[in-house]
């Protein structure tokens, strides 16, 4: 009894006791939910469940491409050129960069780490040496990448890997494996000052490049497991930068203090589409697709699914981040535009007729029965999908929306063995990787066998051909002219159904930092999850005086 | 002495049928892991990299008897693999990070909810249709029938957000230091309160109510008259007579509930960010990581099989009968 009294006095006691105050300078960050944090600090692994930061603030890439201005700004590298032919691709890089215990940073570090993606299959992500044929550390400043074929994408992968020392990683047994847990980099920063399971924080690297910066003393991290807690951290001021959806989000966290809450939702994530397999009749019909397509109230989705966050897709799918690559022509496509009428007349085209019941009859005469697959759990998606049966459903198609477990969903999509089904897009720098697995022929497989993307299995000769040719266009004109044909060629074949471009969820909380990217000043993406966009916000922020 | 021993055996017996189910049951389910984990990266990875993926993660197309031998061969080493969802950190040291908090939390908190439940149990039943009887153990019942979760979050927005009286998340402070220190200790007690106290509140009722109606039951008894009639002091009667012997069945329940404190505090830790082995399951599950969900629900197994051999150790001190078998 005395030891139960004690504890309730102590837990009085501690009720008590003020909120200490935050230490100025250090930056709050939410992106990552774990319930516990593992200290992993390796960059080069991407299936790794390595911290946000190591990719985005402790490592640093040649160069950084920014959506909003459509340009690469030089990092590491301070330019690139193309020899003649080209197959050789020459890197500058930056004098006087050192990495954070001091050493200097030389072409021999960017050499020795292409060749460590080499020699380890499973760290090369972007797939690089599938046209490298060789790199070399010319002289201390220059890095040259030997081609296997003229493939002017790859720069994109060459530009935005993250390098790491010669003079640690080369004592690394497996770099597969190596948790990194004392990272030495080029990156803002790069000191582990507190690691614990509820919280970590990085502090300066006292060797940076860039005078003065960062003017952030620290990052730190809070354990969110779950979105609700990580939002209700923002909506309190605990937490200074965060990338999460947040519902509502103009009421539940601008509103409340709008000279310093902001949020910068652009339309540059992936886009959500409505994939048919086009394996199945009648889904290989082209009009079919459309009529399904033109079924659709995208205005209604947007507003119920997404918190009328996002806008309908048009006939190009492509999101905002490629809105200079748009065509205009394609993007007018009207089998993206909410005509029930046209779409009847379409399916009426292509020989499925309404039955006494109201419901489209297959030449076999069974009524048309179309499931949609979908996450469970995705509750933006899941209403999606409701949307989409509804208004399926007043075309005649006898739609049903079935949920699955993550796994069996992505298993059923990856094999081809659905009808319909509601999943995300494949980007890069250009639109080439999204129409790649769009519309390309070497990207599908048969059904049965798992496929990265191209779940809908869809491939056309000429788009082949357009996008080959990109691969080796090296002028921007020519590279705009191809990537236009590439859409329209897209906006009449309708491979696929395009939803709504997801945004870019990104929060900021200007009380404490200035210097966030907003609409008016989109240096950056807002949102942490763009990396590695994060490396140029790191190093605006500034702390206000306090 | 030869009841330990069957018992003992029979506990091994389960331990060994829990280590082969562990092994079956993730290998059933749809899908493969490094699909998985190849989706979260939602288009940011070249599909390219998925073979070298699958290669790195050690996916082997080996006959199942190959890879459950291998299986047996590194659980004797202690070995449980390298998590898929924490690549590559070893699962001994993912579930490390929130096995003693867990333990804390929950295991306080059925040993709370059991000891005061279990009293206002036998009071109930000594005092019965007085106010303990007819008020509080109905009240209780009913706090008991709320959904968890649901409790959970009115606590945590009542004395968290709208009161502010306790913290809303973490189990200490993120600027404390862990120590062995008066503060550290204060500060994780003000973090465990709120979670340990909806445990609590949510299952009081169920330990009280059991408690009193074997209570009521005993007191009906033979035993109970003649110790009443022998003019035994009525405090006497009531613990050493009536309650002993009707704790039986809660202490049995007992054993279940500290096995399934590691599990059965999921929602809890979801609900309050508490930095637990709850969470991670969730986490492994929805990641398809087998050898993390294999090593939690080893632990899981294993702790709930170690409770019930303690229990049967208690019944044998308690029950006069079961020595009787024995």
Redesign the interface.
């Known amino acids: 009894m005395r030891a139960a009294l004690w504890a309730l006095t102590l837990l009085l006691v501690a009720c008590k006791v003020e909120p200490r105050p935050r230490p100025p300078g250090v930056l709050f960050v939410s992106v990552e939910q774990q319930s516990a944090w593992v200290r992993n600090f390796n960059p080069l692994f991407a299936g790794a469940g390595s911290r946000w930061p190591t990719r985005a603030g402790v490592y640093e890439c040649l160069e950084i491409f920014t959506p909003a201005k459509g340009q690469w700004t030089p990092w590491l590298a301070t330019g690139h050129a193309w020899s003649e032919d080209r197959r050789t691709l020459r890197f500058t890089l930056r004098q006087g960069v050192r990495w954070s215990d001091g050493e200097p940073f030389t072409a021999d570090d960017v050499a020795f780490t292409f060749k460590l993606l080499k020699q380890h299959a499973a760290l090369d992500a972007g797939g690089v040496w599938r046209f490298v044929e060789d790199v070399r550390a010319e002289d201390p400043l220059t890095v040259a990448f030997q081609f296997s074929r003229v493939y002017i994408p790859g720069f994109a992968e060459l530009a935005q890997q993250p390098i790491v020392p010669r003079h640690v990683w080369e004592e690394v047994a497996d770099p597969v494996t190596f948790t990194n847990p004392r990272p030495v980099a080029t990156g803002p920063f790069t000191e582990v000052t507190v690691f614990r399971n509820q919280v970590y924080e990085l502090g300066r690297n006292p060797h940076y490049w860039q005078p003065g910066k960062p003017a952030v003393s620290a990052l730190r991290f809070l354990a969110f497991p779950t979105n609700d807690q990580a939002n209700l951290a923002l909506v309190e001021g605990e937490v200074d930068w965060a990338g999460n959806f947040v519902p509502a989000v103009d009421r539940t966290f601008v509103a409340r203090d709008p000279v310093h809450h902001g949020r910068w939702f652009p339309l540059y994530g992936s886009t959500v589409f409505l994939y048919p397999n086009t394996t199945l009749p009648p889904l290989d019909d082209v009009r079919v697709r459309k009529a399904l397509s033109m079924a659709l109230d995208r205005e209604r989705l947007v507003e119920i699914a997404m918190y009328g966050y996002t806008r309908p897709a048009d006939a190009t799918a492509l999101n905002d981040a490629y809105a200079a690559w748009r065509d205009a022509d394609a993007a007018q496509g009207a089998w993206v535009k909410h005509d029930l009428e046209a779409a009847k007349r379409l399916l009426d085209e292509a020989g499925l007729k309404e039955g006494p019941d109201g419901l489209r009859r297959k030449a076999d005469g069974q009524p048309l029965a179309l499931d949609i697959e979908v996450v469970g759990g995705w509750s933006d998606w899941v209403r999606a999908g409701q949307v989409v049966a509804r208004d399926l459903r007043k075309l005649g198609v006898q739609a049903q929306l079935r949920t699955y477990e993550f796994g069996a969903w992505y298993a059923r999509l990856q094999k081809g063995e659905f009808q319909l089904a509601i999943s995300w897009s494949l980007d890069g720098p250009t639109p080439y990787t999204f129409y790649k697995w769009q519309l390309s022929p070497r990207t599908v497989r048969p059904v049965g066998e798992v496929a990265a993307s191209n779940w809908h299995r869809f491939g056309d000769a000429e788009a082949d051909e357009l996008l080959s040719r990109f691969e080796r266009a090296d002028s921007e004109a020519e590279q705009r002219a191809l990537m236009a044909a590439v859409q329209r060629r897209y906006s009449e074949l309708a491979p696929s159904i395009p939803l709504f471009p997801n945004p870019s969820w990104g929060e900021s909380n200007s009380r404490r930092f200035t210097g966030f990217p907003t609409e008016q000043n989109p240096y950056a993406r807002l949102s942490p999850h763009a990396e590695p966009d994060s490396l140029l916000v790191l190093t605006s922020l500034t702390p206000r005086e306090p | 002495m030869a009841y330990v021993l069957r018992r003992l055996g029979f506990y091994l017996l389960a331990a060994w049928a829990s280590l082969t189910l562990n092994f079956v049951i993730p290998r059933l389910?749809?899908?493969?892991p490094?699909?998985?984990?190849?989706?979260r990266?939602?288009?940011?990875?070249?599909?390219?990299?998925?073979?070298?993926?699958r290669?790195?993660?050690g996916f082997t197309e080996a006959p199942w008897y190959v890879q459950y031998a291998t299986y047996l061969k590194h659980l004797l080493r202690g070995d449980l693999g390298?998590?898929y969802?924490?690549?590559?950190?070893r699962v001994s040291?993912?579930i490390g990070?929130?096995l003693l908090?867990t333990l804390g939390l929950a295991g306080c908190a059925v040993i709370i909810s059991f000891t005061v439940g279990s009293m206002l149990g036998v009071l109930a039943a000594w005092n019965r249709g007085g106010w303990l009887d007819a008020a509080v153990a109905p009240a209780l019942a009913f706090l008991g029938a709320f959904p968890y979760f649901w409790l959970a979050m009115l606590a945590l927005y009542l004395f968290g957000?709208g009161l502010g009286?306790?913290p809303?998340?973490?189990?200490?402070?993120?600027?404390l230091e862990?120590a062995l220190s008066?503060t550290f200790?204060?500060?994780v007690?003000?973090h465990a309160?709120l979670p340990a106290a909806s445990i609590v509140v949510a299952t009081l009722g169920g330990w009280m109510l059991s408690m009193r109606n074997t209570m009521v039951a005993t007191l009906g008894t033979d035993t109970l008259r003649l110790a009443h009639a022998k003019g035994l002091p009525p405090r006497q009667v009531m613990l050493r007579y009536a309650a002993r012997n009707a704790l039986l069945p809660n202490v049995t329940g007992f054993g279940m509930a500290l096995g399934f404190v590691l599990s059965g505090s999921l929602l809890t830790?979801?609900v309050f960010?508490?930095?637990?082995t709850g969470?991670?399951l969730i986490?492994a599950v929805?990641n398809?990581d087998y050898p993390l969900m294999q090593g939690l629900f080893l632990t899981i197994t294993f702790a709930v099989l170690a409770a019930n051999f303690a229990v049967d150790l208690l019944c044998l001190w308690l029950d006069p009968r079961t020595r009787a078998h024995a």
């Open positions: 389910a749809p899908g493969d490094a699909s998985a984990m190849f989706a990266f939602e288009g940011r990875v070249q599909p390219e990299a998925m073979v070298a993926l290669a790195a993660f390298l998590s969802a924490y690549y590559p950190a040291e993912v990070t929130g908090w957000f009286w306790f809303l998340r973490h189990a200490y402070s993120h600027d862990p008066l200790a204060a500060d007690a003000r309160f830790e979801i960010s508490y930095p637990g969470y991670l986490l929805r398809q």
